[in-house]
């Protein structure tokens, strides 16, 4: 969750997602971010999927354009951590478990 609300505002400031998505895009995956995390913090089902959608996007669109420039790099691996935690075996059991 502390992610997701970190990778929306970092979205805002620093332009990851604009950079990726163009303008419009970029802003709707921000918002899909902050809303994953609302979704997520309230134990809810659509939270979660919307967190992974996001996560699986970002990622496949950060390998696609993937460089060896540095701070694209650092983008990419915390997109990755993301991804791996939101789908890991603890986080399933546990949203499937107590989410609603």
Known sequence: MF?????AVFGLLFGQPLRLFGLLLGLVVVVAYAA?????ANDQNWGYGVAVAVAVIVVAAS???FSLNFGLLLDLMFDVVLLALLL???SRDYQRI???
């Open 88 to 90: 890991h075996p603890q």
């Open 63 to 65: 390998l696609a354009r």
């Open 98 to 100: 107590w989410f609603s």
């Open 36 to 40: 994953g995390g609302f979704g997520v």
């Open 3 to 7: 992610l997701l609300y970190l990778n």
